[in-house]
């Protein structure tokens, strides 16, 4: 009888995902009073958010590369040591003196440059050389799943995130109110850095072993990602080492990284004004901030959880990602009111949007992925998402600096495009 090896577990993938998502998403409601306190203004707010996904551009790529080369936990050790490093300077920042300086630019306008902002700067770039967790994450999950669970799989892991949403701004909620002021929830996430470490150190079961090259398929033949048969696993004439521009070669990956560029401009471009229209406009404070941030990720939770498998049953990956967009866009343009009402109503269709769209979108891209090259693809869609977050982070902080909250009808823009152009999809091969 031959042994077969046991398949790795889900509980531990998730649990790293929200972990890591806790510690990341505990100091969303404070950040941009922090980089007020230091002396910057929205642009800066944009461009602190917009090093870490400019490094994440180099580091995804070669994180998803090393990951089929060396195998997902040893990556994933590496990228999340990172992470606790970047928590480290993040707390040496809060405990500097603020010696300021004021500097004076006709774009970015009237800002100050202090020692605690740089170390921000550093802290983030560290993280997001290292952060190629998410797109290693999204590997390692297609790694375990089948065709018949991968909808569903994609779904817990997209709820475990957003339960870390949930736990992470009202935990920062509290913990920020304190004497000790943002201090407590850095700390917080640096403590869960090293728990995430533990975690995937002692829980997390490999699930890609070490491979010493990997090959890559016929030029015009897909088929060759998914063959299974001996003879190709050691038909090494000519072999070559994967290169990132083979990505492009499989079949439709390139239609899914635009799609996945837009989806991530959209949604940043959001990401960079809203806190500073909380903050300004709406009056907001962190504990408000962190509310608004804890209901969204709840209801999101709840999307992704019982709807998705109900909709998944009814509807087609495909009409799910043109559906959820659609509701997506809406939600942005209901974003540019200052009613309270109008914003929580916004937020109703934001959660279901993207709880439709987005795990139906990563299913569809791991499965053109295949299984070879499936962590390059998820670097490359890293990739891409970190290009767009650059652009979408500081376009974001200039847009709003000059239209205001008109800036989320781009936003709305941006998802409609993606609705539009997902109907492709939907066009059967």
Known sequence: MVRTEKQPQLFPILLVNFIGTLGFSIVLPFLVFLVKDFGGNAIVYGMLGATYSAFQLIGAPIMGRWSDLYGRKKILLLSNAGTLVGWIFFILALLLPVEKFTLNDTIIGTFVISLPLLLLFLARAIDGITGGNISVANAYLADISSDENRSRNFGKMAISGNLGFIVGPALAGILGGTIYGAILPVLAALILSLMTLIVIGFRLKESKPSSPEILVPEEGR????????????YDNENPKKLNFRDVFKIKHISFLLVLYFLIFLGFNLYYASFPIHAAISLKWSITELGIFYALLSGIMALIQGPVLRKASKKFSEEKLVVIGSIILGTNFILFVSNNSVLIYAATILFAVGNGLMWPSFMSILSK????????????????????????????GGLLYGLIGSATFL????????????????????
Do not use: H, P, Y
């Open 368 to 395: 053109r992925a295949g299984t070879v090259l499936q962590g390059a693809v998820q670097g490359a869609s890293g990739s891409f998402g970190s290009l767009a977050s650059i652009i979408g982070l500081i376009f």
């Open 222 to 233: 897909i088929g060759k990602v998914f063959d299974q048969e001996c003879k190709n696993c």
């Open 410 to 429: 781009v936003s709305a823009g941006v998802i409609f495009a993606v609705s539009f152009m997902s109907l492709r999809l939907l066009k059967k091969d």
